[in-house]
């Protein structure tokens, strides 16, 4: 039977990794709020590329490589979960 231990380290790291993650999310999310408020109609659609400034151009990309890596990173750790689980049930029965 596999037994995995958690230890007090491993809680606070990743602890600390979802308080960064959250961080950047609001980070990226304040700063895009720029965007919002400064929204001019007769330079394109709204959430358009062509209605940004470059900043905000670069501010919206990084945020969706950002969701873009949080889910690559959920969809690890999420076959790494499952992985354990049926790993322990074939050795449970």
């Not at 790291?13 to 979802?18: D, N, T, V």
């Not at 408020?37 to 709204?46: A, H, I, L, T, V």
């Not at 690890?76 to 322990?88: A, C, L, Q």
Request: aromatic share 16%; hydrophobic share 50%; proline share 1%.
């Amino acid at each position: 039977m596999v037994k995995t231990k958690i230890r007090f380290k491993q809680i606070l790291i990743w602890l600390a990794i979802i308080a960064v993650d959250i961080f950047v999310f609001i980070i990226l999310g304040l700063l895009l709020m720029n965007y919002d408020d400064f929204y001019d109609s007769s330079k394109g659609e709204y959430w358009s590329l062509a209605s940004m400034n470059p900043k905000e151009k670069a501010l919206y990309i990084c945020y969706n490589i950002w969701v873009v890596l949080n889910i690559i990173g959920l969809t690890y750790i999420g076959n790494k979960i499952y992985r354990k689980i049926s790993e322990t049930k074939k050795y449970a029965t």
